[in-house]
């Protein structure tokens, strides 16, 4: 029997923090893109979906053909599940399914138009494809939008707020004849979301235009970190200051204040001669994972160690793992924008947990 989606106030949009089931991660396999390296990023991909496994189910977007490929790079130890989800790129935050609870707990998959970031890099057609793949494979309801959107633009706190920029959403490229109030109209039928809180623009070098997920992302219902330029003469010091300087004007839907935390921004990584010749390094593009926070680093020992030990100091019931990212960030993303998150339903939460009170009983 097929479930019919339910849309706005009968759907919750989950915080990154609440229970993950699986985490989606698609598969590189362009051997034109990645400075022709592809053979280095599949086995350094392989680590992430090996890490990422200790603490979730890891499912992979990628053509069968790859399968025995995949099997054959991944650790022994590593359990994968492969689907047949053809791509063009590897970016799945932004081509995947966003995962929302329904009001019976279940959960429920919001499919959204992709164009790979406003037409920049042809083709997209199987990326596009894939956000309803996605939900079909967990036999789940989809509900479909005409409006373009990229799970890296939006960032939740699980009860009702979203932070978005106006340089992605109300961009030409993705929505020309689009409103700022027609897209959080949307947003909200889309993913039960009540509110929506703007930034202007995004770091240099972000080829999506400016996505949320490398500035500034929530940790707790009424706590964000954001990152922040400390020298006036850095090329993001501008864009961050008006960031946070805006932010102070966040509240959650209750009317509290949200606290912001800086979190400083790696040195440049320049690379002269490419497409990206400054390349987004941002320690705020962390995937937050069953308890663990693997965050993005990029062979800076003084930065690193400084961007980790303030998540740790703020987050201390949780762990913080540091992963070298500088191989994914010459493509423009990092550690969240290949991953999306499926929570673990609120229903089959309380399943699994009254069949482990049995056992033990």
Known sequence: MTIKPQSGDALRWPAEWEPHEAVWLTWPHRKELWNGNLTEIELHFSRLVALIAKHACVRINASTCLHSHIRDILPQTCHAELFDHASDDVWCRDHGAIFVERQDGTLQAANWRFNAWGGKFAPWNKDDAIAALMASSQELPCLSSDL??????????????????????????????????????????????????????????????????????????????????????????????????????????????????????????????????????????????????????????????????????????????????????????????????????????????????????
Not at 188 to 213: A, Q
Not at 229 to 256: F, H, I
Not at 332 to 353: D, E
Request: glycine letters at 8%.
């Open 148 to 361: 373009i959107l990229e799970g890296g633009s939006i960032e939740g706190n699980g009860t009702g707020l979203v932070l978005t920029t106006e340089s992605v959403l109300l961009n030409p490229n993705r929505n020309p004849s689009v409103s700022k109030v027609d897209v959080e109209r949307e947003l909200h039928r889309m993913l039960g979301t009540k509110c929506v809180f703007w930034l202007r623009s995004g770091i240099e070098g972000d080829d999506t235009d400016g996505h949320i997920d490398d500035m500034v992302r929530f940790v707790r219902e009424d706590i964000v970190v954001s990152a922040s330029e400390s020298k006036p003469s850095a090329s993001n010091y501008r864009t961050l200051a008006e960031n946070n300087e805006r932010l102070q004007d966040l509240r959650t839907l209750s009317g509290s204040h949200v606290e912001v935390i800086p979190l400083p921004m790696p040195c440049p990584l320049i690379r002269h001669g490419w497409r990206l010749n400054h390349l987004p390094a941002s320690y705020a593009n962390f995937l937050i994972c069953n308890g663990t926070l693997i965050v993005p680093t990029f062979n800076q020992a003084k930065n690193d160690d400084t961007a980790l030990g303030i998540l740790r100091e703020l987050l201390p019931n949780m762990q913080i793992i540091g992963f070298d990212a500088c191989s994914f960030v010459l493509e423009g993303g990092a550690i969240h924008c290949l991953t999306q998150q499926q929570p673990l339903s609120a229903k089959h939460f309380v399943l699994t947990q009254g069949k482990k009170k049995s056992a033990t009983d």
